[in-house]
């Protein structure tokens, strides 16, 4: 069971939290990024509504990519010396394949290790 609200309608789950933040324009995407950081420790889910589909996409692909200053990384930049593959492998950056190339490394993401997921009316039924 929830908690059933005054109106009867419906019910909230009772593990569901909801909060919200009134910050100035200037400063929401850092309080955004901060308040995130900080819940994500506690709990490793969050759900995050924006106002439009174009909204959604912009801090997707911003969170998606965003660096700690100092640690990106270029594209072009290739890690020296050995690596460890996702089974535990070691992997020599001269042997890699151009499919291991592509894969993006995570090295000062902010949001590394955090899976990150859109939502929107605009998208196709296999992007869903």
């Given at each position: 069971?929830?908690?059933?609200?005054?109106?009867?309608?419906?019910?909230?789950?009772?593990?569901?939290?909801?909060?919200?933040?009134?910050?100035?324009?200037?400063?929401?995407?850092?309080?955004?990024?901060?308040?995130?950081?900080?819940?994500?420790?506690?709990?490793?889910?969050?759900?995050?509504?924006?106002?439009?589909?174009d909204s959604v996409d912009f801090h997707f692909d911003l969170l998606s990519a965003a660096c700690?200053?100092?640690?990106?990384?270029?594209?072009?930049?290739?890690?020296?010396?050995?690596?460890?593959?996702?089974?535990?492998?070691?992997?020599?950056?001269?042997?890699?394949?151009?499919?291991?190339?592509?894969?993006?490394?995570?090295?000062?993401?902010?949001?590394?290790?955090?899976?990150?997921?859109?939502?929107?009316?605009?998208?196709?039924?296999?992007?869903?």
């Open positions: 069971g929830g908690t059933k609200l005054a109106s009867g309608d419906f019910t909230l789950p009772q593990g569901l939290q909801q909060w919200y933040l009134e910050v100035p324009t200037k400063r929401r995407l850092v309080g955004l990024i901060s308040f995130l950081l900080r819940e994500l420790v506690k709990v490793p889910k969050a759900l995050v509504f924006f106002s439009s589909s700690w200053p100092g640690m990106e990384r270029s594209k072009k930049e290739k890690p020296s010396g050995p690596r460890f593959g996702a089974k535990g492998e070691i992997k020599m950056s001269d042997s890699e394949s151009e499919e291991e190339e592509d894969e993006e490394d995570e090295t000062g993401r902010i949001f590394a290790g955090t899976q990150i997921f859109k939502l929107h009316g605009n998208l196709t039924a296999d992007q869903r």
